[in-house]
């Protein structure tokens, strides 16, 4: 069985809010790609949203690189970030990682959290990542939860299971709240988020009204039973 190892240390830093009032980034565009090339978004995605640990820096230069090569402008998406991260040096990074992440609920980093809310549903959710995990042959050994995004992404990239390939699109509402959260906050992790939603299919328009209603009134509340998730099983993934 592979093992997903996300390479995510404690947080820590000071507590600081930075919430900016933005309104609403622009839709973001497909992207056609070949699976490899969207296998390398998916990857660098989950590097550059990883936490900043030892060797992130590494990461970012590798990430720069990588990319480069993508379909237009996916390699300008990443290369803004990696150009901000550059420049701001590693403690910089880190730092604002934590508040950025870890000190606001809106840029929650685990995707279970849009759908389901703080709610009993909760655990449910994180059972369904887990079964996904074990039914694509994979493991984690990362002391993250099943949903954090960076292993989602990490998953994504290396699986070619059916299944796997609906969760980015069954979770599209939560990156498109996470990623008007970003934008809002002017925050330079916005045009990663922004190019995997690049590889994802178009929006329809009840994807649309179901992300916009998140971000005027947040997550649920309480939902009913695990088969009201918004992702679909397993078993219907491969019908």
Not at 19 to 42: K, S, W
């Amino acid at each position: 069985m592979t093992q997903i190892d996300s390479r995510r240390s404690p947080a820590m830093g000071p507590r600081r809010n930075r919430t900016n009032h933005r309104g609403t980034p622009q839709e973001v565009q497909p992207v056609h790609t070949t699976r490899p090339e969207r296998q390398t978004v998916l990857m660098a995605a989950s590097l550059l949203l990883d936490y900043p640990s030892e060797g992130y820096m590494e990461r970012v230069s590798a990430v720069a690189e990588a990319t480069a090569g993508l379909p237009d402008p996916l390699p300008e998406y990443f290369a803004a970030y990696c150009r901000w991260a550059a420049d701001a040096g590693h403690r910089h990074v880190e730092e604002e990682y934590v508040r950025t992440f870890d000190e606001q609920r809106r840029c929650a980093l685990e995707l279970s959290y849009y759908a389901v809310g703080d709610t009993r549903q909760r655990g449910q959710a994180l059972l369904a990542f887990r079964e996904l995990f074990r039914a694509a042959g994979f493991e984690q050994n990362d002391g993250e939860l099943p949903d954090f995004l960076p292993t989602i992404l990490e998953l994504c990239a290396k699986s070619d299971d059916v299944v796997v390939d609906h969760v980015l699109p069954s979770h599209r509402e939560g990156l498109e709240v996470l990623r008007t959260a970003l934008f809002q906050r002017d925050s330079p992790w916005t045009s990663v988020v922004t190019a995997i939603c690049a590889v994802l299919p178009t929006i329809d328009d009840a994807t649309r009204d179901r992300y916009q209603q998140l971000i005027r009134q947040g997550p649920p509340g309480e939902l009913v039973g695990i088969h009201d998730l918004p992702f679909p099983a397993i078993q219907e993934a491969r019908s």
